[in-house]
């Protein structure tokens, strides 16, 4: 199975850039079929997740120069098995801590995801590592009592879970109240410029979807 990596940007409402996500594609050679990364990482063992993430991390660590110079934050998906190896891994560890620009994202079906501080490998990662930011809130086992931990320094919504409310007329309060526990708001699923009104209203601090064109890391200059 070969694998690319790709930044997915996330901009202001008002087009600026702020980083990027990092995505993994997988390809089988020979066969055009798509492959759902989510569901493949989650089938790998934990050392094939230690290889691809170091793969990441040190294809990241090329760039590192532009993300400090155009002062980008770059975001990197973990779940349970990653977390605790970036806890319990030296070599890991001191990568992702000379990479002061790296987000550690965690997934919606994180182990013990309400408990915050409570919780010792999320209680880790925040004194040890990153900044923490918090993924697909609104899917359903991302709620608000996640949030209200105050753990995250970001909370994105889901896509699904934004479409589905984004026209409600609940929506901006709904917003404000999710902001009284993290610093910023990112919204997933955006696909139209027509959409950036009504989340500059809510103060979005960020968008991310159809809208911007994700590129290979390897060309993340071209984003800027």
Known sequence: MEHSFWAQPIHTTDGKLLGVEVLTKFEQPG??????????????????????????????????QWFRHNKQFCNVNIDNDLAELLL?????????????????????????????????????LVENLNVLWLDDLGSGKANMQAVITQVYEVVKLDRKFYRQEVEKPYFIEMVRNIRKYCDWIVVEGVEFIEELPILKQAD???????????????????LI
């Open 31 to 64: 066969l055009y079929q798509v492959i759902n990364p989510k569901y493949y990482i989650k089938s790998l063992s934990t050392e094939a997740k230690r290889q691809l993430l170091i793969d990441q991390l040190l294809t990241i660590a090329e760039h590192s």
């Open 88 to 124: 319990n891994d030296p070599w890991l560890k001191n990568i992702v801590m000379q990479l002061p620009f790296v987000r550690l994202e965690i997934s919606e079906d994180f182990k013990g995801l309400n408990e915050g501080m409570n919780n010792p490998v999320l209680k880790g």
């Open 204 to 222: 979005i601090w960020g968008v991310q979807g159809f809208l911007y064109k994700s590129v290979p890391l390897t060309k993340i200059q071209t």
